[in-house]
C-alpha cells in the first residue's frame, strides 16, 4: 500500500512552471491526491485535474479568509462541482481569526452556509481553524450528520476529545519542526485510526526541506516522523492512514 496526500493545493501559482512534472512525481510515488479549493476558480481547476488526472481526487469551496467572495451565485456553482464524480468533500471551510479578513460574523455565516451545502450533497467537509478552535468546534456541533477532516488540526490533545468522532485529524509538516511540541504530544496520544497525512503543499515544507516548496511527495516524512514518535513501523502507519483517507472520502 502507498501512502496518499490528503490535503494539497496544486492549483497554487508556486507550481505554475513545473505542475506538471509536480503530478507525474505524485503519481509514481502515492496512491492518490486530495487537491483542495479555496475559492471558486481554484475549486474549478481542481475538479480539472481530478478530470485529467486519475489519482487526482478534488475538494470545492471557499476558504474562510476568501469568505467575502461567498454569495448565491457561488454557493450554485459549488453545489454543482459538489456532484461532480471526483469531487471528494466540500472545503476548505472554517474561520480565521489570525488573518482576519472578514468579520467573525461574516465568517461564522459563510462557515455554516457550506456545512449546510455538505448535508445537502452527502459530502464530507474539510475544516480550517486558526485561532478560532472555540467557534469552530460550536459550529461542528451544530451539524451532527456532517463529517470530514480537520485540517492542519492545530490543538491539543485535549480539546481534540471535544471534535466530533466523525472528524479525523490532518497531520503535515508541522509534526517535523523543531517547535512541535503540542503537534508531537498530540501524535502521541490520539489512536491512529484518526489521523491522515497531509502537505498543504506548497506550504508548511517538513524537515529536511523546511523553507523551500512542499510538494505531494514529501508526505513519506511525516509518515516517518509519526511511525518515530508511535514507535511503530512506518508501513503501519502508511497502512492505516492511507485507509482513513480513503474511509473519509469514500474513496474505493
Request: aromatic letters at 10%.
Amino acid at each position: 500500500m502507498k501512502l496518499v496526500d490528503s490535503h494539497c493545493h496544486v492549483n497554487s501559482s508556486q507550481f505554475e512552471e513545473d505542475r506538471e512534472e509536480v503530478f507525474k512525481r505524485a503519481s509514481e510515488e502515492l496512491e492518490f491526491i486530495v487537491n483542495i479549493g479555496n475559492d471558486l476558480p481554484s475549486s474549478e481547476d481542481t475538479i480539472k485535474y481530478s478530470e485529467k488526472y486519475p489519482f487526482v481526487y478534488g475538494v470545492v469551496g471557499v476558504h474562510p479568509t476568501d469568505i467575502s467572495t461567498y454569495n448565491d451565485e457561488v454557493e450554485k456553482r459549488l453545489e454543482e462541482l459538489a456532484h461532480h464524480e471526483k469531487a471528494v468533500a466540500i472545503g476548505e471551510i472554517g474561520l480565521d481569526y489570525y488573518w482576519m479578513e472578514d468579520e467573525k460574523e461574516v465568517q461564522k455565516e459563510g462557515f455554516r452556509r457550506q456545512m449546510r451545502l455538505a448535508e445537502k450533497v452527502n459530502l464530507p467537509v474539510v475544516i480550517h481553524s486558526r485561532d478560532a478552535m472555540e467557534d469552530t468546534l460550536t459550529i461542528l456541533n451544530e451539524f451532527p450528520n456532517v463529517k470530514g477532516v480537520f485540517h492542519c488540526y492545530p490543538g491539543s490533545f485535549e480539546s481534540a476529545m471535544n471534535v466530533p468522532s466523525g472528524y479525523v485529524f490532518g497531520v503535515g509538516g508541522v509534526l517535523t519542526f523543531k517547535n512541535a511540541r503540542k503537534t508531537v504530544e498530540f501524535i502521541e496520544k490520539i489512536d491512529l485510526s484518526r489521523v491522515v497525512i497531509e502537505t498543504d503543499s506548497p506550504y508548511l515544507t517538513p524537515v529536511p526541506f523546511r523553507g523551500k516548496r512542499n510538494e505531494p511527495i514529501y508526505v513519506k516524512y511525516v509518515a516517518e516522523k509519526i511511525a518515530e514518535i508511535k514507535n511503530i513501523p512506518v508501513e503501519e502507519v502508511i497502512k492505516v492512514t492511507t485507509e482513513n483517507a480513503k474511509r473519509i472520502y469514500n474513496i474505493k
